[in-house]
């Protein structure tokens, strides 16, 4: 074992085993490395294949013929013991392309790129798939080995048959798809957890599902007459997408490279709902409709949308199939599992229109919230938006997006409440609004807040409900602390707002 020990330890140094704090689990498990008793009284397995002479002699032999020829007397039995299943199992990298004959299969699949397996057999199998493949191929059997995470229920218990805790992927994918299954085991094999599957997650992975889809038809819709050869003329904003995209994908072509798939998806879900589709296609809808500005606008959107697909491709490969036959693109492959990852032009990437843009949109998110203060709702549209400061190309975006019929440069000369981003300062008039009944709406429920995070902190702090509770129930209720937290600040502020009037 030594000598084997010794070779393995020294190659896998050179591989990559992510999350990486397994390659030193690999090493500190070798480097005391034990002898293994290879024989098993069991019913089932590969016998061993030894062979006893009439004098006792152990003759190893692939059948009796041979162990008769080498021992040149009669043989009275084989071993009746069976190898341990993980010494047969080790030798699969390359029995199982026809060693020890050196056929094309071993030439083409030995070694492999990776294997993908659970850190409870690290020691079982990939060591011994390791150490005998060095031993009989003089290589090792992957360039990678990924450890993936354990999928536990939503009370973080192993799924098992037995006990009951298993789901059965076919009724998820039954009622919630394939891909929307798929995205939600993805979104959570990070490199320090478990997975805990719960419905509710793939509920939310069906909904970017039904989002992609919706938005992709809409698009697709708003490419009618779109000409890919004409030269356009690029916004701010279109400059700024273009650049979202490319950190996108340089995003997730590292996490695809590295196995930190829960990255990548996170990219993919952040580019295509946030920024492609809650800010560029809805500042763009008034665009698209101007014969004379949509060329721009259809451009960037064809290419976001065709390069998107291709890089979510290997995460959900039946939506992005089933769109992408929907593009009215040039030169398109039969299928999108055809195509090349997509090579994106450097001087996409562009930090000045990036950081301008997400300067509009954090002061349009400002103004939003300052709305909500005030008691008015979102998506009506109220009259005017006073500012004090320069918003340059932003203005429309800002207007649009905090909905407000025009922007005017000044201080209303009634009621208003004010908010400030980067120096520029943002008046709304409290026309129509009853300050002292919404005062008193809020103190109103700032009490009845503070009287509940009162109660359930004592809850949080009494030994005897953290020590008997079950676990899930004590993380449910801190969950509710932490969000009543989050709402008595709002109120804070809400009050404050108010009573300074």
């Known amino acids: 074992m030594s000598r084997l020990r010794c070779n393995s330890s020294r190659r896998i140094r050179r591989n990559h085993i992510p999350p990486p704090r397994y390659k030193e689990v690999y090493l500190e498990w070798m480097n005391n490395i034990r002898d293994w008793c290879i024989s098993r009284q069991l019913m089932w397995g590969h016998r061993i294949p030894i062979y006893y002479t009439e004098s006792g002699r152990a003759i190893a032999a692939m059948s009796l013929q041979e162990a008769e020829i080498k021992a040149r007397e009669p043989i009275v039995k084989q071993e009746e013991d069976v190898l341990d299943t993980w010494f047969s199992s080790g030798l699969w990298p390359f029995v199982t392309l026809g060693w020890p004959e050196e056929t094309e299969d071993i030439k083409q699949f030995f070694p492999t790129s990776v294997l993908i397996t659970a850190r409870d057999i690290i020691f079982l199998w990939v060591s011994r798939m390791i150490m005998m493949s060095l031993y009989f191929k003089q290589d090792i059997p992957f360039k990678d080995v990924y450890i993936h995470a354990t999928v536990l229920n939503e009370r973080g218990q192993r799924m098992s048959k037995s006990l009951g805790t298993g789901v059965d992927p076919m009724d998820v994918i039954n009622s919630k798809g394939a891909d929307a299954l798929r995205f939600t085991l993805l979104s959570q094999s990070g490199y320090n957890q478990d997975i805990r599957y719960s419905d509710r997650k793939t509920e939310d992975a069906r909904n970017f599902c039904n989002k992609i889809f919706n938005a992709s038809k809409f698009i697709v819709m708003n490419l009618d007459g779109f000409d890919q050869k004409a030269e356009v003329q690029l916004t701010v904003l279109d400059k700024w997408l273009l650049s979202r995209l490319a950190r996108c994908e340089q995003t997730v072509r590292r996490a695809y490279q590295s196995y930190d798939i829960q990255s990548g998806m996170h990219a993919l879900y952040q580019f295509f709902w946030s920024e492609l589709c809650d800010w560029y296609i809805e500042q763009s809808k008034v665009r698209l409709q101007d014969p004379e500005q949509r060329q721009a606008p259809q451009w960037v959107l064809n290419q976001a949308l065709t390069i998107f697909l291709k890089i979510l491709h290997p995460a959900m490969p039946f939506i992005s199939e089933e769109v992408y036959a929907t593009l009215p693109i040039e030169n398109k492959k039969p299928h999108l599992m055809e195509e090349s990852w997509p090579q994106i032009p450097s001087d996409w990437l562009d930090q000045e229109s990036e950081n301008l843009v997400e300067n509009w949109i954090e002061m349009t998110r400002s103004v939003r919230a300052l709305r909500a203060d005030a008691g008015f709702g979102p998506i009506k549209q109220l009259p005017k938006l006073f500012v004090q400061g320069h918003l340059g190309e932003g203005e429309d975006l800002i207007r649009a997006q905090s909905w407000f019929a025009a922007i005017e440069q000044g201080i209303p000369s009634q009621t208003h409440v004010t908010t400030t981003v980067s120096g520029v300062d943002f008046h709304i ?71 300074k009037k």
């Open 429 to 499: 008039p409290l026309d129509g609004v009853d300050v002292e009944k919404e005062l008193a709406r809020t103190e109103k429920e700032l009490e009845k807040s503070n009287a509940e995070l009162e109660k359930l902190e004592a809850r949080l702090s009494n030994p005897s409900f953290t020590e008997r509770a079950k676990p899930e129930i004590v993380e449910r209720e801190r969950e509710t602390a932490t969000n009543l937290r989050l709402t008595v600040e709002k109120l804070q502020q809400r009050k404050a707002l108010f009573t």
